[in-house]
Every structure is written in structure tokens, then in C-alpha cells.
């Protein structure tokens, strides 16, 4: 008994420590099904581009499978050391979002500077490596909150009374992570990428609230969210007729032939679906009709093809992932390692979940990639190095006591 | 190691519950959100789209994603009952042009040259295909704007229609000309199918037409009335298309068969109503008719319509075309300051447009107006007083009630007194009174005061029956467009019919019915009294000839018995033998009849003159209703017109209706049955001696003449098997020479028939005399066969038609 106690030290269980099998499982099975039904959206489009039908699918396999190596990879790191790194990726992607302005590209095909061409790795969003640093370096810091030294403003300075008042009731405290989230927030929406800022946000918040920063920054933030929101779609005529069209997608002065065409598109093919769908590679909607059908609006594909049952499926694996999440999130071994991945977990769920609203017309559109599916290298690459981390914590979860 | 790495590495967060707890509690709320609320309604969104939804979505889905074709089934033909085609339809092209696509054939021309040009080979043996070039010559073959072609040409869209159904030289040439120019990528011949009526204007308002405006829909007529049948099944082919309007071949496609329409065979038969139309056409001319004109021709044994014509009349393959001398005049009066009577006029003036809007406006409700008229079928579609052919139906009722018989006098003074009845005193045709008459003289007399006496006999609720009986209160059920629901117009209730709507409905005025329920009601008088529901289809046939449905004849009540009619038609015989309507009279047929001059809202300028006939009066096999609607008085006396023609029924309609009823007989191969003075054969005298040719020709109700005193006849004048009349002369050559010169034919206009025949047989011609031939002195020819001058052989026979030129009112 005592040797097998020195036999599984610790750190055999950090680095050769059994991952989550739930959860990689899961991610597998989302990662296969994304690249399948990338297969089926994207072929008619690559025809029509005069590419082979299957170049975005072999594409998108390689890709998925690199990024599952990456995530095994990953996995094996102890994720101790995504502390120390993640400052520097934080660092790096606030770089790259500054140089993605003069030297990105995606101004011609979207009208937004949101790509960037690096030697080796090609191109990819800063944006995407955004959100991990901020979650990676946000949960580092706000793991040892409670042993940071408090600063404090020298007794004779006229302000000490009101600074040490303050510092008492919590709200200094996120005041530099606001900052770090306004710089980044402000890079991107230079670009302008309001999706990505909106899930920049989500991913820091999400650690800043579980870290347990006080509840009445995230009523005051959800006040503020709200009353901006409010007044975005009241006050501006842009939102106004965004609005309108979210109601009527027909009603976008041309018919349905304007802002309103992609909605309405992803409509007739979610409508279409029925129950069971026209079969897997049947979408008719993917010719030319959904615009993106490979890429934001796989999702509407994929209930065409396989119905609501399909989609109902595809979605309660999501479900299943996040709550899998949740739970090594619960159960890590450490502030950090809990912290990291709620962090990723919430920015996956929500990232989900706006993206099947804006497909299935249940908010207004915003250009939200749906993970594991939609078509793009880097980003499922990035998306499964995420999960690595995950997985990577989930090493370190102690075995449940066996008697 | 182990350890230390432990402590160094893992260390670094002090533990603390309380942050633990935080921590925990906190994932655990977002994971109720985001693990599971969040969600939630994606479902029930997803439920509704997809399942509440679907059928909508799925609706509107595959409308955008499919082509649907049509293959356009043939249309049913048209055929008279002899078979021959009235109406049917042919495939003809629509010239297309695909600015998009001559530019891509202009392209690889240029290719061509170039390629010929660096590797030495040789130029395109034709001509370059520039737009000039092409819209030169389409301009030519279809007779196009040579500008708007060009015009069309540089728009570089996806299609431009140039021309729609194009006739087959047209399509044949752009055929021709996109193989020797090698077009074939940019000019298209797209077939579609037009309809064509081979005998043009005949029976236009019955057959009607198809709006090749409106997909070929029927507008008029049994084209409209039996569009169902005709049009048959469109044919779809279903193709899936991408967004960008590209054919998916192989998926999703889907083809329904066309099924070609049913062929239609009519009970009009092309001859009679060519007759008809004939008849019609000149009686408007030759009587100067203001308002149009209809023929009926139907079978009384099975309600078959055999020929149907309305004036006026147009041709059915240009149905906006006016050719109508008669509408023609009207819209040239309209433009030559006519207009400003026009009520259009009026009222663009009163709402304010300028004079010279309000012009156009007026010309264009008028030509409306025209168009509206030549495409009416009038005999169903309006309704008019019968006037004195409605007695016919009374005399029928009286004496089937026995109110009446033959051996029935009634005394005319020329006016009718009736109880309740002061207006103007009701006079007869004949202001001096027809006197004492029987009731066959009382019918050929078309005496009103007999008539109003009949109709008391008969009292209101008795009348009343037979009007409702001979089917004037009822449509008659006719297979055809725009018969009015109610039929005609009777007036009155049961209730209200007094005896001074007696009076004057006994001779048939003051209520309108349709031309069409008076022939029908007119065919259950004289065949023995079975009202037949009249119909135009006697066939419905399938494409491959099999027949889909057979119209039998349908007899909807008996009104009178077979006895009755059998009496009537003795009496109406009468009417043309020797009566008012002996204008119709045709040497050899029994015709009976009833005349008709009855009065319209429009003023005494207006009289609708018609004529109700039958014939042979034994055995009808035909009855015909021939109207001419207001013939123009002449400025200085208005009972007659410029040419001096009485207007009456008895002068117009019954003289053109004899016509009608001699060739309309003459063709269904009726027999003439002839008297002593018929038309005889002239036997073969050949070789004969005097007296043997004497009783040859005795026997045969001719007289002799001989020339030369040979002892065998050596030639004769007839030849024999000439048909001249009964009691001519024929001359016999014995010996001398059979004179060969030609005589020529006199003119015998306004000569009585004695006059008439001396002035033929003068020339060794002879008459056959027509039309009212023995009843005094104002007979006179007024046409004939052979017009005055013509150099003819002797012996021939020329027809002279007579008519009673100077009768009175007695035409009613």
C-alpha cells in the first residue's frame, strides 16, 4: 500500500495522470462531426470556386487532425506552466491585434482587418488567441487574489481614508483587468470585429466572476450592458433597421434580397430539415443559396441534412461538453487550473450558443463561428489547443478516494 | 525530486476555503446557465422552425430551389360535323436572343481569327457575327426594327424576346440563318403552340378564340366555354437549380406528362353555315342594316345547331382586327368628329382632361366598344321582341287547347279594342282591316286583332303556361358561353299578367327573348311538339379519337301534341304560300314560316325584321331564324330604305331566308317535289319523227317547236337532259341547221314573270322563276343567275328571283 502511494506521486498523475475520457470523447465526436459536415456544406462552394469538391474538407481534416494531436500534446503539458506563459501569449496577442491593423488582411472579403499572415503558421485571427490570453492570464492572477499583497496609499495621503474604503469593498480590485479587457476590446473593435470583442469579454468576465469578484460588478456591468444595448437599438438607426430585420428578414427593403438574405436563407434550410432531415450530403440550400453555408451558418446545413433530431444531437453533445467542463472546473486541482478552464468552458458554451441564435434568427446576426464545425484552420487548431488545456487540468484531478 | 518539483511548482496558491467555495459555487451557477438555461430555448426555437414551420419553409425553399418547365400540351382541334377542321393549333417559334451568349459566339469568333492569323491557318469561312450584322438581317427575315434589335443586342442580359410566334417561312429562315452563321449559341427558336382557324371568320362568335396574351386561354366562345376539355394537361418538368440559377443535373428532377386536350366535333356543319353567313352578310348590305344580324339554323328533331352566324363578324385568327364594313364606317364617323357624342367623351370633358385626351379616351371606349361587338355572340347572348314569329307559339297553344280551329273566322277592322288598355288604339299591319279571315288566313295575314282575340281565348294563366312551357322563362341550357341566366326577359310575373299584357304579348311584344329560345321554342311547334334542349358539341374526343362523351339529343318537355303540330305546320305553310312570308317561297320545297317585324327601345327607327322558317313543311328537317336588326329608313319615307326595300320581316328577312333554305336543303339533299309547271328534263329527240317527238315531250309537260321539214328530228334546242320548266317550249330541228351562235342574256330586273319569260324565250332562253312568283302584278324579278350581257347557248336556263316589291304592312 505504501509503495503504491510512492509509485503514483504526483507528479506521475500530472503528466501521465489519466485525462477525462468523458470529455476528450466528446471533443472527438464534435470534431469528427464538424469535419464530416464541413465536407458536405463546403462542396459546392469549392465547385463553384473551380476548386475540387473536396479541397476545403481535406483542408479542415488535416487541420482537425493536427489539432487533435496539439490537444493530446497540450494535454501532456502540465498546465502549471500556462501561468507563467500566460502573460506572453496575453503580451503576443495584444501585438498581434495592434499589427493585424496595418498588416492583417479580410478588409476585402468581409470589410474587416481581422486576419494575419505569419510565416509557418499561416494565417489566423489574433483575435482567436485573444480570448485564451486573457482567460490563461486573467485566471493566473485572479488564482492567488487572495495572497496578493493589498497596496495601499500612504496614511498621509489625502485620498488613504476613501482608497482603503474602496479597496475593502472590491472595487479596485478588477479595476486593472477592466483595463486589460478595454485595450484589447478597443484593438478589436478597430477592426472591427464586434463578435470577437463580445467574446473576449464573455471568456474574462466568465473567470472574473467565478474568481469571485463582487456580484455587484456584474450587476452594475449587466446594467450598463443592457442600457447600452438599449440605446444602440433605439437610438441608432444602423441597429434600428438591424432590428427590423431580425423581426422581418423580408422586410430589408429589398425583398429579402438585402441584409435579410442570409437569415432568411438559413431559415428555408433549417425549415426544410423537418424532423429527420433530407440526408446526410443532401442539403439543397449549400448550392449557392446560404452564403457561409460551410462556415457560420454550417449549423443550418446541419439541420437540413439531418434534421431536428440531428441538430437536437449535435446539441446536447455541446451541452454534455460544457457541463463536463463545468465539472473539471469543479473538481481541479487548484484555483487556477479551475479558474482556466471555466474560462474556456463558458467562452465555448457561449460561443455555441450565440452562434445557433443568429442561425436559427433568435437574436440578430453577428458573425459567430460555431466550434469544431465551422470551416477554418486555426481557429479549430486554437479551439482544440483550448481543450488540451482542459484536458491538461483534468490530468491533475485527484482519483476519488477508492474506499 | 519529486517532492521538491512538487513544492516549487504546485505550491504557489495558499489554500483557502473560502476562495474554494467562491470558486465552486460560482462554476456551479455559470454551469446551470451556460450548461443547460441557455440552451433551453435554442429547442424550442429549432421545434419551431423545423417542425411547427416546416411545411412553410420547406414551401418556400423549394420554390427557389426548383425551375419548373411547362410542357405545353396541345390543344384540342375544332371540327364541324362533317369533320372538317374549324380550329387547331400548331407549333410555331418565339425568336430569342441572348445578348450574353453573342457576345461569348462574338468572343471565339475573334479567337478564331486570331488563331488563324499566328498559326497561318484559314479565316472562318462565314461572317463575323457583330451585332450590326445580326440585327440587319433578323430585321429583315422578321420584319423588325432594325434599331431596337441593336438596341437589344448591347443590353447583355441573359434573354431578350424579339418576336412571339413567329409563322413557320419566318422561323424556317432564323433557322437558316443561325446554321449558315453559326449562331446557334446566341439565337434561339423557343417553341410554343398557336392557334389557328383555317376558315378564318366562319362561326367566329361560336367557336371564339384563344388569347395567346393571356396563355392561351380560351376568351370566347366554345373555346372559352370548353377550355377544360381543350386545353388538356400542362406538363411540368421540375429541376433543381443552384443559387445562381445553374441546372443541377440528375437531382431532383421530375417530369409530368403533358396530356393533349380532347377534340371537340360541333353540330355545325361549314357549308350551312357559310350559307348562313352569306345570306347574312348580304342582307346587311343589301338592306342597308344599321345594327347587326343573326341566322339560327337548327335541327328540330335533336336541338343541333347546324349553323349559327352573327353580323357582325370578324376574323378569328385577328380577333383585335376590325374588318366589319359596318364598324369600320362607325369608327371612322368617330374620329371624323363623331367623338363628341361619345359618352366617354363627356365624360373625360366633365372630369376635367383636355380635348384632346378626352378624344383619345372617346376613340379608345369606342374601339372597345367595336370589339365588344363583333366578338358577342348576339342569339344567345341578348334578348328582343319576337314580335309576329312569337304567334307561331300562340296559335300552336290555342290549338292545343282547342280554343281555336281551323274552321275559326275572325273579322279585322284594322283596330283591336282592348279592356285596360289606353295608349294609342292598337291598330293592325293593315290600317284598313284584314276583314273576314279564317284562322290560316288570320296566321298568313299576321293579323294582330286575330291574334289579341286568340290570346283571350286562351286567358292569361292558360298563356302564361305556354310561355313557361316553350321555355321562355328558362335559359334553354345551351352548351354555350353567355346565355343569360334567366333566358330572356319576360317581364311580367304570373301574378301580374293582365289581359293588356295578353294583348299585346298574343302578338308577341312588349317582352324580349333570346333569338336562341325562340328557334328552339319555334322547333317544338313544328316536330310534333317535344322541346329539344339545343347544343352546339356533339363530341367530345380524346386524342387518340376515342370518344369521351356523345351528346344525345335531350328533349326537355312536350309541349304540344303530335296532331297540334302537325296542324300548325299546315297553317304556317300557308304563310309562306301565298301569306306574308311568300317572299321565302322556293319552287320545289314545302317551307312554312312566320315573319316578323318587331319594334326595339331604340325608336321607330329601329326594327328588328326576321323570319322563323321550316322546311319541307311535311317533315321538317330544318328550322332556321334569320334577323336583320334595323335596316336604315330612307330620309324621306321611313318604311322603307335608300334602295327602296319595304322594311318589314316579310320583305327582307323571309326573301333572304328563302335563299338560305334552298341552298341549306339543297345541300342535306332534300328532294324538290315538283308541280306542273317544276323544272322538267328535256328527253332525247334524237332520230325520232315528228309525232313520236310530240309525245315524248308531252309526257313530259313540254311543247314543241319545229324548224325545217325533215321527217327525223336531227337536233334539238335544249339538249337532252337539260332541266328547264314544266310547259316550255323545245325546238325541234328537222333537217335544218342546229343554230350554234350565242345569245345574250337580258336584263329582267323589275319585269313581271310573264314579261320576263317572253323577253328569255325571245332568245331562245328560259326562266325558272324564284321567290314570289304568282301573286300579282307587282312581283318582279329583282335577280338573276345570269347577269344581263352575258353571251350563253341557247336553250339555257336562267333563275330569276321575284319578290313582292310594293307590299304593304302586311309584312308584320
Known amino acids: 500500500m505504501a509503495k503504491r502511494t510512492r509509485d503514483l506521486t504526483v507528479v506521475q498523475q500530472m503528466s501521465r495522470g489519466p485525462m477525462d475520457i468523458p470529455f476528450l470523447m466528446l471533443v472527438v465526436i464534435l470534431t469528427v462531426i464538424g469535419v464530416i459536415m464541413v465536407f458536405s456544406a463546403s462542396y459546392p462552394t469549392a465547385m463553384n470556386e473551380g476548386l475540387s469538391p473536396t479541397n476545403y474538407f481535406i483542408k479542415q481534416a488535416g487541420f482537425g487532425v493536427a489539432g487533435l494531436i496539439a490537444m493530446f500534446l497540450i494535454s501532456k503539458i502540465n498546465y502549471q506552466t500556462f501561468r507563467g506563459l500566460s502573460i506572453f501569449v496575453l503580451g503576443i496577442s495584444i501585438v498581434l491585434l495592434v499589427l493585424v491593423l496595418p498588416f492583417g488582411y479580410g478588409k476585402s472579403t468581409v470589410g474587416a482587418q481581422r486576419w494575419i499572415s505569419l510565416p509557418l503558421i499561416g494565417g489566423f485571427q489574433p483575435s482567436e488567441i485573444a480570448k485564451v490570453g486573457v482567460i490563461m492570464y486573467f485566471a493566473a492572477r485572479l488564482s492567488k487574489r487572495n495572497t496578493e499583497k493589498r497596496r495601499r496609499l500612504s496614511p498621509r495621503h489625502p485620498l488613504s481614508d476613501v482608497y482603503a474604503w474602496l479597496d475593502e469593498k472590491g472595487v479596485l480590485e478588477p479595476l486593472p483587468y477592466f483595463v486589460i479587457l478595454g485595450i484589447v476590446a478597443v484593438l478589436m473593435l478597430m477592426e472591427p470585429h464586434m463578435s470577437g470583442t463580445i467574446l473576449v469579454l464573455v471568456g474574462g468576465a466568465a473567470v472574473l466572476f467565478a474568481a469571485g469578484i463582487r456580484l455587484y460588478w456584474f450587476i452594475g456591468g449587466g446594467a450598463l450592458v443592457s442600457a447600452g444595448l438599449f440605446f444602440i437599438m433605439t437610438q441608432t438607426s444602423y441597429m434600428a433597421t438591424r432590428l427590423a430585420i431580425w423581426q422581418d428578414p423580408w422586410n430589408d427593403g429589398k425583398n429579402g434580397l438585402g441584409f435579410g438574405f442570409q437569415t432568411i436563407q438559413s431559415l428555408y434550410a433549417i425549415g426544410s430539415g423537418g424532423l429527420l432531415g433530407v440526408g446526410l450530403g443532401k442539403s439543397r440550400q449549400k448550392f449557392l443559396y446560404l452564403p457561409e453555408s460551410e462556415n457560420d451558418y454550417i449549423f443550418a446545413i446541419l439541420c437540413e441534412e439531418m434534421g431536428f433530431l440531428g441538430a437536437a444531437i449535435v446539441i446536447i453533445l455541446f451541452i454534455l461538453l460544457v457541463i463536463r467542463g463545468y465539472w473539471i472546473a469543479v473538481h481541479a486541482r487548484d484555483r487556477f487550473g479551475a479558474l482556466l478552464v471555466v474560462g474556456i468552458t463558458t467562452l465555448t458554451a457561449v460561443q455555441v450558443f450565440l452562434n445557433i441564435s443568429v442561425v436559427t434568427n433568435m437574436i440578430p446576426s453577428t458573425g459567430i463561428s460555431l466550434p469544431f464545425f465551422s470551416y477554418g484552420g486555426t481557429a479549430l487548431m486554437i479551439q482544440l489547443a483550448e481543450m488540451g488545456m482542459v484536458l491538461s487540468v483534468s490530468r491533475q484531478i485527484p482519483a476519488p478516494k477508492q474506499e | ?812
Open chain 2, 1 to 812: 525530486m519529486a517532492q521538491k518539483r512538487r513544492g516549487t511548482r504546485i505550491i504557489r496558491q495558499k489554500p483557502d476555503h473560502r476562495a474554494n467555495r467562491v470558486i465552486l459555487i460560482r462554476s456551479l451557477i455559470l454551469m446551470g446557465v451556460f450548461g443547460l438555461l441557455a440552451f433551453i430555448p435554442l429547442f424550442f426555437k429549432l421545434w419551431n422552425i423545423q417542425i411547427s414551420n416546416h411545411d412553410y419553409y420547406q414551401d418556400l425553399a423549394v420554390k427557389q430551389q426548383t425551375r419548373d418547365s411547362t410542357v405545353t400540351a396541345n390543344r384540342g382541334t375544332i371540327y364541324d360535323c362533317n369533320g372538317t377542321v374549324l380550329a387547331m393549333s400548331a407549333t410555331v417559334y418565339n425568336v430569342q436572343l441572348s445578348p450574353k451568349d453573342i457576345h461569348e459566339t462574338q468572343e471565339s469568333y475573334q479567337e478564331k481569327v486570331e488563331n488563324a492569323q499566328e498559326n497561318g491557318g484559314s479565316l472562318p469561312n462565314y461572317p463575323e457575327p457583330t451585332n450590326e450584322f445580326i440585327a440587319s438581317n433578323l430585321a429583315a427575315i422578321l420584319e423588325l426594327d432594325e434599331a431596337d434589335i441593336l438596341k437589344r443586342l448591347e443590353k447583355n442580359t441573359q434573354y431578350e424576346m424579339i418576336k412571339w410566334r413567329v409563322d413557320p417561312e419566318e422561323s424556317d429562315a432564323v433557322q437558316e440563318f443561325i446554321t449558315n452563321n453559326h449562331l446557334s449559341h446566341g439565337i434561339y427558336l423557343m417553341p410554343t403552340s398557336k392557334r389557328y382557324y383555317p376558315k378564318n371568320s366562319l362561326a367566329s362568335q361560336v367557336i371564339g378564340w384563344v388569347n395567346p396574351n393571356t396563355d392561351n386561354v380560351g376568351a370566347y366562345g366554345i373555346e372559352a366555354q370548353f377550355e377544360e376539355a381543350l386545353s388538356g394537361q400542362t406538363g411540368r418538368v421540375v429541376t433543381a437549380k443552384d443559387g445562381v440559377g445553374t441546372e443541377l443535373l440528375y437531382r431532383f428532377e421530375d417530369y409530368y406528362d403533358a396530356t393533349d386536350g380532347n377534340n371537340l366535333t360541333l353540330t355545325l356543319d361549314a357549308t350551312i353555315q357559310s350559307f348562313c353567313e352569306s345570306v347574312v352578310q348580304e342582307g346587311v348590305e343589301q338592306f342597308d342594316v344599321q345594327d347587326g344580324a343573326f341566322c339560327l339554323v337548327m335541327d328540330p328533331n335533336t336541338g343541333a345547331i347546324l349553323g349559327w352566324a352573327n353580323s357582325p363578324t370578324y376574323d378569328l385568327n385577328n380577333p383585335w382586327d376590325v374588318s366589319d364594313p359596318v364598324l369600320l364606317q362607325y369608327l371612322e364617323d368617330i374620329k371624323n368628329g363623331g367623338y363628341t357624342k361619345e359618352e366617354a367623351y363627356q365624360k373625360a370633358l366633365a372630369e376635367g382632361c383636355t380635348a384632346d385626351e378626352a378624344y383619345k379616351k372617346a376613340l379608345s371606349a369606342s374601339e372597345s366598344k367595336v370589339l365588344n361587338t363583333q366578338w358577342t355572340n348576339k342569339a344567345v347572348t341578348s334578348s328582343y321582341e319576337p314580335g309576329s314569329t312569337f304567334k307561331s307559339m300562340v296559335l300552336a297553344a290555342a290549338l292545343e287547347e282547342g280554343v281555336v280551329t281551323e274552321s275559326d273566322h275572325f273579322y279585322c277592322t284594322g283596330v283591336a279594342e282592348v279592356e285596360g288598355w289606353n295608349g294609342d288604339p292598337i291598330r293592325c299591319s293593315q290600317r284598313s282591316g284584314h276583314k273576314d279571315q279564317d284562322l290560316a288566313k288570320a296566321v298568313a295575314n299576321s293579323c294582330n286583332p286575330a291574334f289579341i282575340e286568340i290570346g283571350k281565348r286562351l286567358e292569361a294563366e292558360k298563356f302564361y303556361d305556354y310561355l313557361e312551357d316553350f321555355g321562355f322563362l328558362e335559359p334553354t341550357g345551351i352548351d354555350m358561353q353567355g346565355e343569360p341566366s334567366s333566358g330572356g326577359q319576360i317581364v311580367w310575373d304570373r301574378e301580374d299578367f293582365t289581359n293588356v299584357d295578353l294583348a299585346v304579348a298574343s302578338f308577341g311584344q312588349r317582352f324580349q327573348v333570346t333569338p336562341l329560345q325562340l328557334i328552339t321554342a319555334a322547333c317544338a311547334v313544328v316536330n310534333g311538339g317535344h322541346l329539344m334542349q339545343p347544343y352546339v358539341v356533339s363530341q367530345i374526343t380524346d386524342a387518340n379519337g376515342n370518344v369521351i362523351e356523345h351528346t344525345e339529343p335531350t328533349e326537355v318537355r312536350q309541349v304540344i301534341s303530335e296532331q297540334t303540330s302537325q296542324r300548325c305546320r299546315e297553317i304556317l305553310e300557308k304563310v309562306v304560300d301565298g301569306g306574308t312570308g311568300k317572299n321565302a317561297a322556293v319552287e320545289g320545297y314545302r317551307i312554312g314560316g312566320k315573319t316578323g317585324s318587331s319594334q326595339t327601345i331604340k325608336g321607330d327607327d329601329h326594327t328588328i325584321v326576321s323570319f322563323l322558317g321550316f322546311a319541307p313543311a311535311d317533315d321538317p328537317q330544318v328550322v332556321i331564324l334569320l334577323a336583320y336588326d334595323s335596316p336604315k329608313p330612307s330620309a324621306t319615307n321611313p318604311n322603307v330604305t335608300e334602295d327602296l326595300w319595304y322594311i318589314s320581316g316579310g320583305n327582307m328577312a323571309a326573301l333572304k331566308a328563302g335563299e338560305l333554305m334552298e341552298k341549306i336543303l339543297d345541300h342535306l339533299g332534300v328532294e324538290k317535289t315538283y308541280t306542273a309547271t317544276d323544272d322538267v328534263m328535256v328527253p332525247n329527240l334524237s332520230g325520232l319523227t315528228l309525232a313520236d317527238a310530240t309525245n315524248a315531250l308531252k309526257k313530259n309537260n313540254l311543247n314543241i317547236r319545229t324548224v325545217g321539214d325533215g321527217d327525223t328530228v336531227t337536233g334539238q334546242i335544249p339538249a337532252n337532259g337539260a332541266s328547264i320548266p314544266g310547259g316550255s317550249e323545245v325546238v325541234v330541228y328537222m333537217g335544218a341547221e342546229v343554230p350554234q351562235d350565242q345569245v345574250q342574256v337580258p336584263n329582267l330586273k323589275g319585269l313581271t314573270m310573264e314579261q320576263a319569260k317572253q323577253r328569255l324565250s325571245e332568245r331562245g332562253l328560259y326562266l325558272k322563276a324564284s321567290g314570289a312568283t304568282e301573286y300579282g302584278a307587282h312581283v318582279v324579278a329583282y335577280e338573276q343567275s345570269l347577269a344581263a350581257g352575258t353571251s350563253v347557248n341557247r336553250g339555257t336556263t336562267v333563275e330569276v328571283r321575284f319578290t313582292d316589291s310594293t307590299a304593304s304592312g302586311a309584312g308584320l
